[in-house]
């Protein structure tokens, strides 16, 4: 098995493939083409989990930085910023800036920050990339200093080019809630090129990938015969919590996550735990290390969730899946309960959401999405709901 690190730095040995490297030099190119002009200029880079889309920014920017910090260049003394809004993946970032000639920990800034500051200085960059975008909240927040209504909108005002990462099947909170038809009409009178990433990079089996794909629209389909990836149902959390273990002694990066439908109980030791069947172990905690969740030792004995595995790999990943996905055996279907969700800085209200019950089921059907796709070369799940956990167990024995 090949070394992997759950981050999206590549090893000094490896290197982006053919089409990851034409992808660049498309962001660069739109970047200098559209840096003259009067209006400000969007690329939307889409792809799904496990696409690439990280690696490619992260090559993107650090090429256009070299440049930019180079005389006689198309980017020379250029003003440009990478945002992203999420701790764990800045501290990767920012950790990529320790390992970079070109890069600065001051390239790296979360969203509102970056707002806020530009504003005041009434100062405005040149090219902004924006990782994640679909983290970009679409309506304002208060207690996270941020005052207006829309982030991309406001990150518009103060760029000149922004290259922007979205992925509509990773919206996680009704904050950050985007629909396809909303990002189309923001960017409606803006120059814009959109490039989608089609190739799966991370899990090792297509056929893996279309029926996870299959049963986040809830359809349970045949278990697939893989070559290059293990895929596996368990009857109780203890078992597949003692396989997590084993596989992470064998080859590293393999974790327990669930999705975040587990009540957040606060006991004598202050840990809110997850139960599955036999097993009780506690939820991940705040990481104020300047290392990933999954690349802690430690974490092992820790439930992960999509706040601290979004954006990141494991070689092999358990999933516990809560109470609010369920399975209906009377039309065949997989459904969610978002009544059952614990998540509830997910659910905070808003009105200028048509259909509150059809974004909720959203939210938690991406982070099933999420979780499911985390792993290079092995799933394994348990689900709490007792009937689709049987009828998960009773595709151990057919075939496509």
């Not at 590293?252 to 036999?278: E, I, M, Q, Y």
Request: net charge positive.
């Amino acid at each position: 098995m090949e070394t992997l690190t759950s981050s999206f730095i590549l090893p000094k040995t490896a290197k982006l493939d053919d089409n990851q490297q034409n992808v660049v030099r498309k962001i660069l190119d739109f970047s200098a083409t559209n840096i003259p002009c009067d209006k400000t200029a969007v690329f939307v880079l889409s792809g799904e989990a496990g696409a690439g889309k990280s690696i490619v920014l992260a090559s993107a920017f650090e090429k256009l930085q070299k440049l930019s910090r180079q005389p006689n260049t198309a980017f020379s003394g250029f003003d440009n910023k990478l945002l992203v809004n999420h701790n764990e993946m800045l501290k990767i970032y920012k950790e990529l800036a320790q390992q970079s000639t070109y890069l600065y920990k001051k390239d790296f800034m979360k969203p509102t920050p970056f707002i806020n500051h530009y504003q005041k200085e009434h100062k405005k960059a040149e090219i902004i990339m924006i990782d994640e975008g679909h983290l970009l909240l679409s309506k304002s927040d208060p207690f996270n200093k941020f005052q207006q209504t829309n982030q991309l909108v406001e990150i518009m005002k103060l760029a000149k080019v922004v290259i922007l990462v979205f992925d509509f099947a990773q919206v996680i909170k009704l904050k950050s809630y985007w629909q396809p038809n909303w990002l189309k009409s923001l960017l409606k009178d803006y120059p814009t090129q959109y490039y989608y990433l089609d190739q799966q990079y991370r899990l090792q089996d297509a056929k893996v990938t279309d029926w996870i794909n299959a049963f986040v629209k809830g359809h349970l389909a045949p278990k697939p015969t893989t070559k290059n990836f293990e895929l596996e149902f368990f009857a109780d959390g203890l078992s597949l919590y003692e396989k997590i273990k084993t596989k992470n002694q064998q080859f590293g990066l393999s974790r327990l996550l669930a999705t975040t439908d587990f009540p957040f109980t606060v006991l004598d030791d202050k840990k809110w735990f997850v139960t599955a069947g036999n097993l009780k172990l506690p939820w991940d905690k705040l990481n104020f290390t300047d290392r990933p969740w999954a690349e802690r030792p430690e974490t092992i004995n820790e439930v992960g969730s999509i706040y601290t595995i979004q954006g990141f790999d494991l070689n092999y990943a358990g999933v516990i899946l809560g109470p609010s996905v369920k399975y209906d055996e009377a039309e065949e279907k997989i459904y969610i309960d978002s009544n059952l969700y614990e998540d509830h800085e997910a659910f905070k209200t808003r009105t200028d959401v048509a259909s509150l019950a059809k974004a909720k089921n959203e939210i938690v059907a991406n982070s099933i999405n999420i979780l499911f796709k985390r792993g290079k070369f092995g799933l394994y799940i348990y689900a709490t709901d007792a009937t689709l956990r049987k009828h998960l167990l009773a595709l151990k024995n057919t075939k496509i």
